[in-house]
């Protein structure tokens, strides 16, 4: 997968993770909670900074491992979670038995009570204008304090740099210190790296949070997430999208972490 980013990226990049790590074929992943994320997002968020915070999944890891510039994304994250439970079981293996998964969805309704409780402005940028307009209202209803201040469903291809230009300029204007970014992996993760520095707000990518939450899809019943079996209920609802990506990924990811394991264990 080529990918291409509107910035230079330097191999020597000082990254800032600022929690604890494990690394997972090349990936910063933190040992991590979901009260943890959600102290951290929201300190950073009353201070106006600037940070990014990736729930990722095998996925965006194998991404990662195939494409060097994109691993440089990930690793200069403030936050990287176990958004999956075979990355949840690899740092229980490394040693954190406690682990659980911090997962997108779950993270963003974590984190929504806690802003509104405190009075932070969030924004919404990603999906479509109908799931958008759903989520307002169904964040509006549950959390009446809630502090909306942007809300954007942006063009499914590429952004030009004006338009990015002009999207950062909105996002500053609102006031937003709390940014959930759906827009998938890699997109959202290379988007919220290009303008970190730029918005003085937490951008916290939730991938597909925004569907399952405006119940556009379906999420894995607990007891299937929970087995990491999430993978198959999305192929069974999706087949034609998700076949190819899971039957390359998974396989190579389950090779190359016990090749990992073998070579940590027997030291070859």
């Known amino acids: 997968m080529k990918i291409?980013?509107?910035?230079?990226?330097?191999?020597?990049?000082?990254h800032q993770n600022f929690q604890a790590h494990e690394m997972i074929l090349g990936v910063k992943v933190n040992p991590t909670s979901?009260?943890?994320?959600?102290?951290?997002?929201?300190?950073?968020?009353?201070?106006?900074?600037?940070?990014?915070?990736?729930?990722?999944?095998v996925h965006g890891l194998m991404i990662a491992y195939d494409n060097p510039a994109f691993r440089t994304v990930l690793n200069a994250a403030d936050l990287i979670t176990p958004d999956g439970m075979p990355l949840v079981w690899t740092l229980r293996?490394?040693?954190?038995?406690?682990?659980?998964?911090?997962?997108?969805?779950?993270?963003m309704e974590k984190i929504l009570p806690k802003a509104a409780e405190k009075e932070i402005p969030v924004g919404l940028l990603g999906s479509t204008p109908r799931v958008i307009e759903k989520l307002q209202k169904k964040f509006l209803h549950k959390y009446p304090h809630i502090k909306i201040a942007y809300a954007l469903s942006p063009p499914?291809?590429?952004?030009?740099?004006?338009e990015n230009e002009n999207m950062v300029q909105e996002i500053i204007r609102s006031g937003a210190r709390i940014l959930f970014v759906g827009l998938g992996c890699p997109k959202q993760e290379l988007w919220m790296h290009v303008n970190k520095g730029k918005i003085n707000a937490v951008m916290v990518g939730v991938g597909a949070a925004f569907d399952f939450i405006a119940g556009e899809k379906q999420q894995a019943p607990d007891w299937m997430q929970n087995k990491?079996?999430?993978?198959?209920?999305?192929?069974?609802?999706?087949?034609?999208?998700?076949?190819?990506?899971?039957?390359?990924?998974?396989?190579?990811?389950?090779?190359?972490?016990?090749?990992?394991?073998?070579?940590?264990?027997?030291?070859?």
Not at 93 to 105: A, D, E, F, S
Not at 252 to 260: A, D, G, K, V
Request: proline content about 4%.
């Open 4 to 14: 291409n980013l509107p910035i230079k990226l330097d191999n020597n990049e000082t």
């Open 156 to 162: 499914f291809r590429a952004f030009s740099i004006e």
């Open 93 to 107: 293996l490394n040693g954190h038995k406690n682990q659980t998964r911090v997962y997108g969805p779950t993270l």
């Open 34 to 57: 979901y009260q943890e994320t959600v102290q951290s997002v929201i300190v950073w968020a009353e201070a106006s900074q600037s940070r990014s915070v990736c729930a990722t999944s």
């Open 228 to 268: 990491g079996l999430e993978w198959f209920y999305r192929l069974l609802k999706e087949p034609k999208r998700l076949w190819s990506r899971y039957f390359s990924i998974v396989p190579r990811f389950l090779f190359l972490m016990s090749r990992e394991f073998l070579k940590s264990k027997f030291h070859f």
